[in-house]
């Protein structure tokens, strides 16, 4: 559970940092060529660059969870047996109130 945190921490600061990072380096004249650029030019180039950059991460967030396996995570034995005595008692509490097309509307 803690890998997962983890993951998901890592990607949250990168997806608040790079979008900023890049901005601040158009902003500021850091990244080579940027200095030709128009400020129009300049702010279109940053913007889309953010978005990209941010679209990356969560491509790489999906990527890395996709990766993880699956068989390590099981679920709670005393959820499903809460979940099932439910579902059991939706279905016989159905059949003996009818099935749920027989019952009409009253306003």
Known sequence: MAGVIQK???ASMLMWILPIAILYGFNHNLFP??????PYS?????????????NMVI???ICMAMKEPSDKHE???????????????STTSGKVDGSSQSRV???
């Open 33 to 38: 060529g940027s200095i030709q650029l128009s």
């Open 8 to 10: 998901f921490f890592i």
């Open 75 to 89: 679920p709670d034995p005393a959820f499903l047996a809460e979940a099932k005595a439910s579902v059991s008692q």
């Open 105 to 107: 509307k009253e306003e």
């Open 42 to 54: 300049a702010t279109m180039w940053s913007g889309f660059l953010a978005v990209i950059s941010v």
């Open 59 to 61: 491509a790489f967030y």
